[in-house]
């Protein structure tokens, strides 16, 4: 059975940082991007940042950028999500997710077909 499984998340102070990860089996891991979504309490669900099947290629929401980094190790079929100087606006639950081959915008989560359960964050002041 292809799934994602998220680990990671966790309940840490403003400024801090936690590397989330986000764990595939079942599927070729390496042919396919990956991103991660947030969703805030009360809020819709939004695009963080995409890796490519290489890692070669990133691309992150603008208030993320230099705050987190994603990486993968395709060897390990697991993608990572590296949150750091933590804001309490950063608290959500995190959700990694497959990209699908249709070419679909990066940010837009209709081009992803598969997710993870989600892991949470929580950032206190």
């Known amino acids: 059975q292809v799934q994602l499984v998220e680990s990671g998340g966790g309940l840490v102070q403003a400024g801090g940082s936690l590397r989330l990860s986000c764990a595939s089996s079942?599927?070729?891991?390496?042919?396919?991007?990956m991103g991660w979504f947030r969703q805030a309490p009360g809020k819709e669900r939004e695009f963080v940042g995409t890796i490519s099947p290489s890692g070669g290629n990133v691309y992150y929401k603008n208030d993320v950028k230099g705050r987190f980094t994603i990486s993968r190790d395709n060897a390990k079929n697991t993608v990572y999500l590296l949150v750091s100087s933590l804001k309490p606006e950063d608290t959500a639950v995190y959700y990694c997710?497959?990209?699908?081959?249709?070419?679909?915008?990066?940010?837009?989560?209709?081009?992803?077909?598969?997710w993870g359960q989600g892991t949470q964050v929580t950032v206190s002041s």
């Open positions: 997710a497959r990209r699908d081959t249709g070419g679909g915008p990066p940010a837009d989560g209709t081009s992803y077909d598969l």
């Open positions: 079942g599927l070729p891991f390496s042919r396919y991007a």
